[in-house]
């Protein structure tokens, strides 16, 4: 069974472009949550997707936004980048909802790079 | 205050020590989870508890649900398990999200 996967796995924008990131689940998984990792926060929760609903937003602007398909992939779009957006964003799926109680598996990231 | 601590930040042993890399939490939760993420990004879960204990392999997880801590312990350590290690709890009430520890770096010399 394939894993979870994130493409690009690199990205290099700057200052005011916007960008589209995808995930793709594991076959089967409904549920897909969104982190963004950087050296000073960590990771963070972005939001989570489970049958093309938003059912939680964490604590990000506006600028951030996501939505899923039928097939259960996921995109997240960040528009009027700042410098403050290079981090390594992870996608995460599994196979009903809930990211809090349910096994987490996660893709390899998709690295951004603001310059 | 974060609502999940973990401690110590930076963990330095011999192969063959046993280790223990802690987390406290200051909520309700639903569940706890740790993770481990090699150089590179790619994270994997390693647990996911409520209550008591878990082992796979070397490593054994357990929770105190009362007290709001769980402990990883990692038994005959070796070089390849230097990573960081991440514990993240889902907030009861909240079980869309996960809230992650800032995590334990952990490098293990041969």
């Known amino acids: 069974k394939a894993g979870v996967t994130q493409t690009p796995r690199y990205l290099i924008k700057t200052r005011g472009q916007q960008v589209t990131l995808s995930c793709s689940p594991i076959?089967?998984?409904?549920?897909v949550s969104w982190y963004q990792q950087t050296p000073g926060q960590g990771l963070q929760f972005l939001f989570e997707?489970?049958?093309?609903?938003?059912?939680n937003k964490g604590n990000f602007p506006g600028r951030f936004s996501g939505r899923q398909f039928s097939n259960s992939r996921s995109e997240m779009n960040v528009s009027t980048l700042e410098l403050g957006d290079s981090a390594l964003y992870l996608c995460?799926?599994?196979?009903?909802?809930?990211?809090?109680?349910?096994?987490?598996?996660f893709g390899d990231g998709t690295r951004l790079s603001i310059l | 205050k974060n609502e999940v601590e973990q401690s110590p930040q930076n963990l330095t042993a011999q192969e063959g020590e046993f280790i223990t890399i802690n987390c406290s939490y200051s909520?309700?939760?639903?569940?706890l989870h740790w993770l481990q993420q090699h150089p590179g990004g790619g994270i994997v879960s390693l647990f996911m508890?409520?209550?008591g204990k878990k082992k796979h392999g070397r490593l054994i997880a357990t929770i105190n649900i009362q007290e709001k801590h769980s402990s990883l312990h990692i038994t005959a350590s070796h070089p390849r398990d230097s990573a960081v290690y991440i514990c993240?709890?889902?907030?009861?009430?909240?079980?869309?999200?996960?809230?992650f520890g800032k995590g334990t770096l952990l490098t293990v010399n041969p």
């Open positions: 993240a709890v889902g907030r009861r009430g909240s079980n869309y999200k996960l809230t």
């Open positions: 995460a799926s599994s196979p009903l909802g809930g990211a809090g109680d349910q096994p987490q598996h």
């Open positions: 909520v309700g939760i639903s569940a």
């Open positions: 997707y489970f049958s093309e609903t938003q059912r």
């Open positions: 508890l409520s209550s």
């Open positions: 076959s089967g998984h409904r549920s």
